[in-house]
């Protein structure tokens, strides 16, 4: 029972899955689906809360199930924001539900399951634990991708993903079998114990040569990290593992991108930080050259071509390739307080992204082309500013937690003796600016061409609220999350 109360989170999501199956057909046409999700995703946070205070705030530190799982402060930190992503996409999924005859129960459980599988990933101290919780994220998010059967370019997309994320899941299992092979456990303690202690005489060194050589000049774990940070990058979408994410999104509904682009890239950050904090904290060197390299090429192509980009689906899915460059640079720094850098990124990157997909949701059709934002100002002044102010967060212009975010990453990446790639990564910033503020200038200097949208339910009113007040809180007030984001233990 011990173990079962830190599971808390999860089975109440799994719980609520499993209430929505049952009753399935008796609620097609009710708001039953949508108001469990997001009850269930606030009793999850709450959890998760509870959890923390229990255990005496964020330093704790709890393993379940043969040292398998791990609550502490770095896990509940990234299941609360979670459950908050599940929340709004629950929300901004009604209208997407009603004009696509989507099947709601199964189209909520399957979000429930896809964000159970982020927060078992989130509290994996194993590597096989991290494996199936990536895995079952994966899967549904298969199934989402391709939820609208009737349009082809959806089912395209799903087969891409499908494709794609079965290569990189290959690429992950090996790496761990690998580490295994080098190390005798999968465990993250075990791991990090064995590889202090390795003796490397059998590689014809001297043993004081440890500490000069590290346990980077071992073949095999130089590849089994490799491949392990090759399969977590396609988890977040970096370069070079980002091919499946504009088509993915594109043909996806758009509440599905949101969260694809929101919550999953949470999660893998958060498994990318642990494993090379806790697992490989004895390697920090080569994680960071690796982990130099993927945020590199993602913020270089990432912005660049985003810049040719007119659907903003695709637009959108090339600046959340950037973003992870961005977030990216904490981990870099091989440091807790790098790692916490990229913890408050990964928050407030969030809720711009689903600030800025909220609006594209909001607009219909009209709004997943960039020509559909022209004159939004002059007819819906309200969401053509909100949609401004998350822009301008993507962007990292101040007031704006945007701005917060980029400042921390880059300083942490100066910190740590990385200033070609703190230069990298603030040139870049000027770049995307120009992706961002194009749509601003069609919405603010363009004349209309088509006739005004439709006002907003309440509920994408709210998740639109909800994503607004974080974004400008978190510039205003830019320490507000220094004491929650600690690093993992």
């Not at 011990?2 to 009753?23: K, Y």
């Not at 992503?85 to 209208?95: E, G, I």
């Not at 999968?186 to 490397?200: K, P, R, W």
Request: one cysteine or more; aromatic letters at 8%.
């Amino acid at each position: 029972m011990s173990d079962l109360i830190l599971l808390i989170p999860e089975l109440i999501l799994l719980g609520t899955t499993l209430a929505l199956l049952l009753v399935a057909r008796r609620i097609r046409t009710t708001p039953v689906a949508v108001v469990g999700t997001v009850l269930a995703a606030l009793a999850a946070a709450l959890a998760s809360g509870w959890l923390l205070w229990r255990g005496a705030g964020p330093e704790f530190g709890e393993t379940a199930f043969g040292g398998m799982i791990i609550v502490d402060g770095y896990s509940q930190f990234f299941k609360i924001l979670i459950a908050a992503s599940l929340a709004l996409v629950a929300l901004v999924s009604v209208r997407s539900i009603d004009g696509e005859q989507i099947p709601r129960a199964e189209y909520h459980a399957l979000l429930l399951l896809a964000s159970t599988g982020m927060m078992l990933s989130v509290s994996a101290v194993d590597l096989l634990t991290l494996y199936l919780g990536l895995e079952l994220t994966t899967i549904c998010s298969y199934i989402l991708v391709g939820i609208t059967v009737q349009r082809p370019r959806s089912n395209e997309a799903a087969i891409k993903y499908f494709l794609i994320a079965s290569f990189a899941s290959a690429l992950l299992l090996y790496g761990i079998s690998l580490t295994y092979g080098v190390t005798g456990g999968t465990g993250f303690a075990d791991i990090a114990s064995a590889l202090s202690e390795l003796n490397l005489a059998d590689h014809g060194l001297a043993e004081h040569a440890l500490a000069e050589h590290g346990l980077g000049s071992h073949p095999l774990l130089v590849v089994a990290m490799g491949l392990m940070v090759a399969g977590l990058a396609f988890k977040i979408a970096a370069v070079p593992f980002h091919a499946w994410a504009p088509d993915a999104y594109q043909g996806a509904s758009t509440p599905v991108a949101a969260f694809l682009a929101a919550g999953s890239k949470a999660a893998g950050l958060a498994a990318l930080g642990r494993l090379s904090l806790v697992a490989f904290g004895a390697q920090a060197q080569v994680f960071s050259v690796l982990l130099a390299g993927l945020a590199a090429l993602s913020i270089v192509v990432g912005s660049v071509i985003a810049l040719a980009q007119t659907d903003m689906k695709r637009l959108l899915a090339y600046s959340s390739i950037a973003h992870v460059g961005y977030a990216l640079l904490g981990l870099v720094a091989g440091t807790s307080e790098g790692t916490s850098t990229t913890m408050i990124y990964a928050f407030f990157y969030v809720f711009m992204t689903l600030g800025a997909f909220c609006v594209v949701i909001a607009l219909g059709e009209r709004g997943e082309n960039l020509d559909g934002y022209r004159g939004l100002a002059a007819q819906r002044p309200l969401m053509a500013a909100l949609m401004l102010l998350f822009l301008l967060s993507l962007t990292g212009i101040p007031p704006t937690a945007g701005f917060v975010a980029k400042f921390g990453v880059i300083l942490s990446a100066v910190t740590a003796g990385q200033m070609a790639l703190a230069v990298l990564a603030v040139v870049f910033s000027v770049v995307s600016a120009f992706v961002y503020m194009r749509v601003a200038v069609f919405m603010f200097m363009k004349e209309p061409q088509e006739a005004a949208p439709s006002h907003l339910p309440v509920a994408v009113f709210a998740a639109l609220g909800v994503a607004a007040l974080v974004t400008l809180i978190g510039g205003i007030f830019p320490g507000i999350l220094v004491s929650w984001a600690v690093s993992p233990q």
